[in-house]
């Protein structure tokens, strides 16, 4: 069996990684150049081919660019014979393997991602996704209900399967390890799915307003680090260890999701900072007391001094986790029943 897995973005190497080495066939991994991607696959030793890159913001550049995705993807993937494609959040994977009449499963967390899941989920074969999200959420976007395959759980617990904290991680960035630190991370300003002010960020003012000792900040690109280089901030400037960061902090707080939702698997306590409707998958986070959201200044400092304040937090946070149903689980056990019978 060979099986196709397209990495559009950062997180989704490592929501993939212990896929790639648990599963029981041949892989071919296809990313594209966006953010750290290549730099993040390097650091977990895994191989692939750089095929496309990311459009901007300009929704011109971003039909061009992933117009031109498909297009090399498919001369890439065309001879190559998979039985398989899975990918989570691809809108080029989706509808090259359905051209091509591969089998596909499509991993999706964001049912806000209207364009997204408009080009992914009706050419996908089978759907996976956390229970939290309402079935309808997904349902309109032409999905089957015996299509859509639902799990007690977050995608971001596929992240740390098999993860061990490496505390070289604090040494590298050069960080005291007796003193808090902070890990940040602004809006995802050029996705399609986001509606606010691309040009600025709330992590900005909560630096200008910075009261922890040592903070550091995961730009998404250029114009982001331009406006987030503070005294007591580091900005890294090759990838790192993220998730062993992550582990060895006080607290994340972020724009986006998924570093969020990967500090709350790690056991570190997560303020959401996104400036739009929430996900499914935050409020339920939210709801069992494992992260809090905020776009008041003062407030976001409030929650800060209580959760940096809980010692219990990580162990409340683990006894919960261990109870979900890890997506890798559900993964394998959907690729296995495709190498048994008729996906189609």
Not at 25 to 43: G, Q
Not at 52 to 62: A, I, P, T, W
Not at 293 to 313: G, N, Q, R, V, W
Request: glycine share 4%.
């Amino acid at each position: 069996m060979k099986v196709w897995i397209d990495i559009s973005n950062a997180p989704h190497v490592h929501f993939f990684k212990d896929l790639i080495r648990e599963i029981k066939a041949k892989v071919i991994i296809t990313t594209r150049k966006f953010d750290s991607v290549p730099e993040i696959l390097n650091l977990n030793n895994i191989e692939y081919t750089v095929i496309g890159n990311h459009g901007g913001s300009d929704v011109k550049e971003k039909l061009i660019a992933s117009s031109k995705r498909i297009l090399e993807l498919t001369e890439f993937i065309a001879d190559k014979d998979v039985d398989l494609a899975v990918f989570k959040h691809s809108v080029e994977a989706p509808r090259v393997a359905y051209g091509l009449q591969i089998p596909s499963i499509c991993v999706v967390d964001n049912e806000h991602g209207i364009a997204q899941n408009k080009l992914m989920l009706p050419l996908s074969t089978k759907v996976v996704a956390p229970k939290c999200i309402p079935t309808q959420e997904i349902m309109q976007f032409g999905v089957k209900k015996e299509n859509l395959i639902q799990f007690n759980g977050i995608c971001e617990l596929a992240h740390v399967r098999s993860f061990t904290p490496d505390p070289e991680v604090v040494t590298q960035l050069g960080l005291d390890p007796d003193k808090n630190i902070v890990v940040m991370r602004p809006e995802p300003a050029k996705a399609n799915y986001f509606n606010g002010d691309r040009k600025k960020t709330i992590i900005k003012k909560i630096l200008q307003n910075n009261t922890f000792d040592q903070c550091v900040v995961f730009p998404r690109f250029e114009e982001q680090k331009k406006v987030l280089e503070f005294p007591h901030t580091v900005i890294p400037t090759k990838a790192v260890d993220a998730l062993s960061l992550m582990h060895y902090a006080d607290l994340v707080i972020s724009a986006g999701g998924s570093m969020n939702r990967e500090a709350v698997c790690v056991g570190t306590p997560a303020i959401s900072t996104y400036p739009e409707k929430l996900l499914s998958v935050t409020k339920f986070l939210i709801d069992l007391g494992l992260k809090k959201h905020s776009l008041s200044i003062p407030e976001i400092f409030s929650y800060a001094k209580e959760f940096m304040a809980d010692t219990t937090y990580r162990k409340k946070a683990s006894t919960i986790l261990n109870q979900m149903e890890n997506p890798i689980d559900v993964l394998l056990r959907e690729i296995r029943k495709c190498g048994e019978e008729d996906f189609n």
